[in-house]
């Protein structure tokens, strides 16, 4: 960890390789949807155990996430080469349906930022189809059944 422009963040300590699985957590029920919670399924949300819940937000991040209720864990890969002391970064929007907490406009700085962290809801279908598998699975539930769920 560091600290950065947005407080602290999470740094790689070497090189990781695309494919990598950088990071591996679960963790506490929330009660709910707050700034450092992940939501890993309709109407659930977790706070996550370890560093995850410091990894910020991009609009061009260097990790996707692939969230497994099932099996109780979220695990970080890489998308791309990642140098030793950059930062660890993913899109909330890849797992939190619609994001309500602290305004929703976006700070971090990628050259595509699109300005605002709102969630999955409000994401263009190109960005939506650009994360594939790394789109957490009861959201691609969501947009294949193109019906909003009640606790969402």
Known sequence: MRNGRLGRSVVAVRGIAAGETVLKAWGQQAPRRSRHSMQVDVDSHILPDGVMVLVNHSCEPNCGVQIRPASREIEVRA???IAA????????????????HGGSQCTCGAATCRGRVPGFKHVAAEVRARYG????????????????PAGA
């Not at 660890?88 to 797992?95: A, E, K, P, R």
């Not at 598998?133 to 909003?148: D, G, K, M, P, S």
Request: proline residues 3%; charged residues 30%.
């Open 133 to 148: 598998e790394y789109i957490a699975e009861y959201l691609r539930t969501i947009e294949n059944n193109a019906t909003v």
């Open 85 to 100: 002391g950059e930062e660890i970064s993913f899109d909330y929007n890849t797992f939190e349906y619609e994001l309500d």
């Open 79 to 81: 998308l791309r080469p």
